[in-house]
């Protein structure tokens, strides 16, 4: 049984920080890719940022360096840490996993397949 579970979403103001936390099962941390992914309101889901087993990160065009994604594996946690939020920055955010090792440059431009495993989410709002 394999699962993610997010937390840390919340309410801040612009210019704030976050830290998201995604607890997931141990056999994920062995192969495969994580990423985050956002959807806002009547917007389509985009990639946030996503990391290879060998630790190869990329991040969405619109992040532009205020986000930053890392994993423990010893903990099995990923996190985004995400700096100078900004309203446009409000969404659900979602961690996932596949255990196929796609190119995370690829995942975040949208031109992998879908992830086979989903969290439930976490609410970011930023105002």
């Known amino acids: 049984h394999v699962q993610l579970v997010e937390s840390g979403g919340g309410s801040v103001q612009a210019g704030g920080s976050l830290k998201l936390s995604c607890a997931f099962t141990?056999?994920?941390?062995?192969?495969?890719?994580m990423g985050w992914f956002r959807q806002g309101a009547d917007k389509e889901r985009e990639g946030v940022a996503a990391?290879?087993?060998?630790?190869?990160?990329h991040y969405g065009y619109s992040i532009e360096g205020r986000f930053a994604i890392s994993r423990d594996s010893a903990a099995n946690t990923l996190y985004l840490q995400m700096n100078n939020l900004e309203p446009g920055d409000t969404a659900m955010y979602y961690c996932?996993?596949?255990?196929?090792?796609?190119?995370?440059?690829?995942?975040?431009?949208?031109?992998?397949?879908?992830?086979?495993?989903w969290g439930q989410g976490t609410q970011v709002t930023v105002s």
């Open positions: 996932a996993h596949d255990y196929e090792a796609y190119d995370s440059q690829a995942v975040v431009l949208g031109l992998s397949p879908q992830f086979a495993y």
């Open positions: 141990r056999s994920m941390s062995i192969s495969g890719c």
């Open positions: 990391i290879e087993m060998d630790g190869t990160l």
